[in-house]
């Protein structure tokens, strides 16, 4: 019974988790996303129950005080929503390819010290980027050359475009698809904190005009108002800081792998068009759609030869020299088994226009086939110097007409003899 064909989801070689039938990818380090998540909705149900509650009488007027328990939960939920968008789409994976680039295979030039007929492949190229020369290396796990500014993630297993960086509080790469959603989201949870920060303090405000005259009261009585407010401060440490360090980033257009990396190069950026260009890039651009179809049918593909970079070949195509020599060897077992049935006399006695001492050094003519094959050389068509194993090249030098010939000549003599002459036994030394 034939197996039904796998999706491409079901068939992914990275270390991607999928939900809903490929319809969300994941990390896999996804479960990190319910610590985020509750970070995020924990510190706005607190303030909402016993902060926000209470101001809601300090703004009479049109009831203005609804609006602020209001702000905050609708400020929670954008902020969630783009935490979900940034880690459950593509990043920006580069497909795979079956096989490499067969059109970089070059044998080794010994006048550039390389090994003669040997496959090198060259792990570095260089391309034009807006005028200037950039190395794009390749990548040995998807078999491509990285395009500019691509990486390959170790987490995900997966070249990613524009990769940035893998961030373990979304469990997702950050890369071309969903930059721009993560800057929102991390820029957004900034100012959720300040939010809440400030409408605790404002509560703390109001506390010491009621009858709590002193700060250290005023905390006593509403101590998720002290438990908010330091929360917010060291949580602006960190989202606060990650907001200015991605502006800046995004004002000169690098990315922080890219900063990390080639800070102290002081090379220059071929990717920076200007401020006003830079940001109009990421956030006013339209997105790319994804480039893999991930509850597709797998399609099947034909297998390339498989070859060690670098080394010789593990395996050669159809019609290859090794190919040729496997032919060869073939041809010239079917010439052993021939001669092994007739006795070299009797095929003489048909071939009388040969030379009688070359016919006697008929079982010493042997082809230099390796250490395991020797084939004899019958005929006088055929001789140990019309073939050779060329170690370097890894060529057959005997031609294919030249064996086709001996064999079909010894298969017709044998033939007549046997008809011409009546079988006889031989003796064995």
């Known amino acids: 019974m034939a197996q039904p064909q796998k999706r491409v989801y079901e068939a992914w070689k990275g270390n991607n988790r999928f939900l809903f039938g490929g319809r969300l990818i994941f990390g896999p380090d996804a479960k990190s996303l319910l610590v985020s998540v509750s970070l995020i909705v924990v510190p706005v149900l607190v303030f909402c129950v016993f902060v926000a509650r209470h101001l809601r009488h300090q703004f009479s007027t049109y009831n203005a005080g609804y609006a602020i328990p209001a702000v905050a939960v609708l400020f929670m939920i954008y902020v969630?929503?783009?935490?979900?968008?940034?880690?459950?789409?593509?990043?920006?994976?580069?497909?795979?390819?079956?096989?490499?680039?067969?059109?970089?295979?070059?044998?080794?030039?010994?006048?550039?010290?390389?090994?003669?007929?040997?496959?090198?492949?060259?792990?570095?190229?260089?391309?034009?980027?807006?005028?200037?020369?950039?190395?794009?290396?390749?990548?040995?796990?998807?078999?491509?050359?990285?395009?500019?500014?691509?990486?390959?993630?170790?987490?995900?297993?997966?070249?990613?475009?524009?990769?940035?960086?893998?961030?373990?509080?979304?469990?997702?790469?950050?890369?071309?698809?969903n930059y721009r959603f993560f800057f929102l989201f991390v820029s957004s949870s900034t100012l959720l904190c300040i939010y809440v920060f400030a409408m605790s303090a404002l509560y703390i405000k109001f506390l010491m005009e009621e009858g709590y005259p002193t700060v250290w009261k005023a905390l006593k009585h509403s101590p998720a108002s002290l438990v908010l407010m330091i929360y917010c401060f060291i949580a602006l440490w960190f989202v606060g800081g990650l907001t200015g360090f991605h502006s800046y980033l995004i004002c000169t257009?690098?990315?922080?792998?890219?900063?990390?990396?080639?800070?102290?190069?002081?090379?220059?950026?071929?990717?920076?068009?200007?401020?006003?260009?830079?940001c109009l890039g990421v956030f006013c651009s339209k997105t790319k759609p994804s480039?893999?179809?991930?509850?597709?049918?797998?399609?099947e593909e034909v297998r390339a030869p498989v070859v060690n970079f670098g080394r010789q070949m593990e395996e050669e195509p159809a019609g290859g020299p090794r190919a040729k020599v496997e032919d060869d060897l073939e041809i010239g077992s079917?010439?052993?088994?021939?001669?092994?049935?007739?006795?070299?006399?009797?095929?003489?006695?048909?071939?009388?226009?040969?030379?009688?001492?070359?016919?006697?050094?008929?079982?010493n003519a042997k082809l230099a086939i390796g250490s395991e094959s020797q084939i004899p050389a019958i005929g006088s068509e055929v001789r140990v110097r019309h073939s050779s194993w060329d170690r370097r090249s890894g060529n057959w030098d005997m031609s294919l007409d030249v064996i086709g010939r001996s064999a079909s000549d010894v298969i017709r003599r044998s033939a007549s003899g046997h008809e011409a002459a009546p079988p006889f036994q031989t003796d064995t030394h």
């Open 334 to 363: 079917d010439l052993l088994q021939i001669s092994q049935r007739r006795n070299y006399g009797d095929v003489d006695l048909e071939m009388g226009s040969q030379d009688c001492s070359e016919m006697e050094g008929i079982p």
């Open 291 to 299: 480039k893999h179809k991930f509850r597709a049918y797998v399609q």
């Open 80 to 177: 969630l929503t783009l935490l979900f968008i940034t880690s459950a789409q593509d990043p920006g994976i580069v497909p795979r390819a079956s096989h490499p680039p067969e059109e970089e295979f070059a044998y080794g030039n010994p006048l550039n010290g390389g090994t003669p007929g040997r496959l090198q492949f060259p792990r570095v190229k260089e391309i034009m980027v807006n005028g200037m020369l950039v190395k794009v290396k390749y990548c040995d796990t998807c078999m491509i050359y990285r395009p500019p500014r691509c990486s390959h993630c170790s987490i995900c297993n997966n070249c990613v475009e524009r990769f940035d960086h893998h961030c373990p509080w979304v469990g997702q790469c950050i890369g071309q698809r």
């Open 253 to 278: 257009n690098q990315t922080t792998y890219e900063n990390f990396r080639y800070r102290s190069d002081n090379r220059p950026n071929v990717y920076d068009q200007g401020c006003l260009n830079n």
